[in-house]
């Protein structure tokens, strides 16, 4: 049995429909990712999860039982959100504590309980700080703190990476997963970036439009996109349809496959078995470090995207510059057919 069940949610505001019919199942213990483009529906179906807001239609079961119409507190589930919330005036042990007080948990217990979140945080030497005297990731490492230090069954989590900058938030994404794997937690965690879901998740949930697209593992979604929004907004591809499908890959369905498993070649290469070949002309070329990032047009006028990893010495690639005749090689097995 799944932990967190939601069947069926809808959600409309005005003539916004925010959730469309979401239906998830949150396994215990997993890292499961809410992910997609702003104003997709992540929030809300967050917010339902915790009670902050109830659906039109639809149910929300924790551990088999329907918790739709329970307000918050009566939830087993904590959010921490992006702002962090934290008390201005409380030190980190009070505003770790906090949550405890209001359960009534004895003095000594608070303390214990609140020391041993901090130190799972790995901020011991701040107990006595208040928030303005932390750092951004510091903050939301409290924030965490103070959400775990209640043992919920489910954590939500609504973008709390959102405010720190690029190198925190490559850290603190690394140390997330470690605490949440260490804690043995259930995390539902919303993000709109598709790197920051990839990297953390057990398993993700793809939003857009108020819909779930596709719900896979980060190598299931990229490698086998259940849709075209899917295969277009993880991360590059090429995505092909009708006629040109047919012509250039055989398929009759559309098809996607990304840029980094083309390969190009020169015009004589014979392709291995396995392998399939169009001729084309290079278009652009642009060096962006580990990769050069070409377009080329093939012949029957289909535009395609080529990722080439820069392996050799500098000077020593095989590089491609615009105007070059080119072959644009695949393997089969790296196509992607879009059923939807
Ligand atoms: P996300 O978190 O994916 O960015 P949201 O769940 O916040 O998306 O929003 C989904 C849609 O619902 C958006 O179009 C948003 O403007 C709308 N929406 C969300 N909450 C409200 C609200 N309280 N009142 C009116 N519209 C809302
Ligand atoms: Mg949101």
Known sequence: MALVELR???KTFGSVKAADNVSNDNESGEFNTQ?????????TVLRIIAGFEEPDSGTVRLNGVDITHLPPFDRDVNTVFQDYALFPHMTVQDNVEYGLRTRKVPKALRAQQAGEAIASVKLEHATDRLPHQLSGGQRQRIALAR??????????????????????????QVELKNIQRDAGITFI??????????????????????????VGTPEEVYERPATRFVAGFLGAANIVAGDPARKIFGRTTTVSIRPERMQLQPVSYSAASGE??????????AFVGANTLYVVDTD?????SISRTNTQSPGHDNRFAPGDRVLAVWHDRHIAEIPA
């Open 147 to 172: 959400a775990m230090v209640l043992r919920p069954k489910v954590l939500l989590l609504d973008e709390p990476l959102g405010a720190l900058d690029r190198q925190l938030r490559e850290e603190m």
């Open 8 to 10: 069926d949610i809808c």
């Open 300 to 304: 029957d006028g289909v535009r395609l």
């Open 276 to 285: 399939f070949a169009v001729t084309a002309t290079v278009k652009e070329a």
């Open 189 to 214: 965690f919303v993000t709109h970036d598709q790197e920051e879901a990839m990297r953390m998740s057990d398993r993700i949930v793809i939003f857009n439009e108020g819909r779930v697209e596709q």
């Open 35 to 43: 992910l997609g483009p702003s104003g997709s529906g992540k929030t």
